[in-house]
């Protein structure tokens, strides 16, 4: 079973042929709305890719609920970890420029509360693994990780967004997965030595014991293990929206794990869902099916 403990927003999103420098406005050419949440992002990511999965998050008691949770519905996703809040729904507020390229605005809304005490609604045990982030409060995402722990499961904590205050907190985490922009900053945080990102990537590593995962975006993966490191390449494609990438390849990435994959093969299955989510515009819809990844490295072969 697939546990994800996190965000759950509706995505409002414009389409602009450059994304606006700061006091500039720019005229949009599409509008459209999604749901979205870098935790409900995930979490479809993992049902599309063929694995159990159960929601704990909340959402609020307006007319933004019903849309942002009617994916993960269709997707058979077990929604009875979410709560309702009388906070508004999350909503991101995501510019889409013609290149592919994003900026995104978030405003938490319910998410912020999701508490401790909401994990108990995730029922852990042995074997689970458990997919976090951080666009709910940190106090509860460290929490998850303890338990988690204590109940012998695997837990997957995607470091987005950067926030300094969880550095003491990531080596927790049994996989911490982050882009480069992320992990270069938490790698100041945390003082890790090094001359490049693998030597860094090395030492998080072996001074904490875990496992550190860093995407690349177009140049795929790597990843440090205290005793190995690996790199994956992504699929070569032409971005349409690269909205939701990361979390479609946190997603695939716990499926695979949770599945029995050894590490570069889960890698490299997240690495290909990850490209693929970048064929489409939106985070959600974008998500592919675990036959359209079979396809996609069956052709790679």
């Known amino acids: 079973m697939i546990i994800v403990v996190g965000s759950i927003n509706l995505d409002l999103i414009a389409n602009v042929d450059r994304l606006p420098e700061p006091g500039e406005t720019v005229r949009g050419s599409g509008f459209a709305t999604a749901p979205g949440g870098k935790g409900a992002n995930q979490a479809l990511a993992a049902a599309r890719a063929g694995a159990q999965v159960r929601m704990v998050g909340a959402v609020g008691k307006d007319s ?37 390229e994003n900026v995104i605005a978030v405003v938490p809304g319910a998410n912020d509360s999701v508490v401790p005490g909401d994990i108990a609604k995730a029922y852990l045990k042995k074997g689970d693994v458990v997919l976090l982030q951080h666009e709910i409060p940190l106090q509860t995402v460290e929490a998850t990780l303890d338990a988690a722990r204590a109940a012998g499961a695997v837990s997957v904590l995607n470091t987005a967004p950067f926030r300094a205050e969880a550095a003491g907190f990531i080596g927790k985490a049994d996989f911490a997965v982050a882009n480069e922009t992320e992990f270069d900053l938490y790698g100041e945080a945390l003082a890790l030595s090094g001359r490049d990102r693998p030597a860094r990537m090395r030492d998080y590593a072996q001074k904490t014991g875990r496992i550190i995962v860093v995407t690349l975006g177009g140049d795929g993966v790597l990843a440090a293990t205290p005793g190995d490191f690996l790199a994956v390449p992504a699929l070569k494609i032409t971005p349409v929206d690269t909205v939701g990438a990361g979390d479609t390849f946190c997603g695939y990435f716990g499926a695979g794990l949770s599945s029995g994959l050894s590490l570069q093969d889960a890698l490299t299955r997240a690495a290909a869902a990850g490209s693929l989510a ?18 996609a490295l069956a052709g790679t072969r």
């Open 278 to 295: 970048c064929l489409k515009p939106g985070a959600q819809p974008a998500i592919p099916l675990a036959k359209d990844v079979d396809a």
């Open 64 to 100: 933004f609920a019903a849309e942002a949770l009617a994916l993960l519905k269709a997707g058979t996703v077990d929604l009875s970890g979410v709560g309702e809040s009388f906070a508004s729904t999350g909503t991101a507020l995501i510019l889409v420029g013609a290149d592919g």
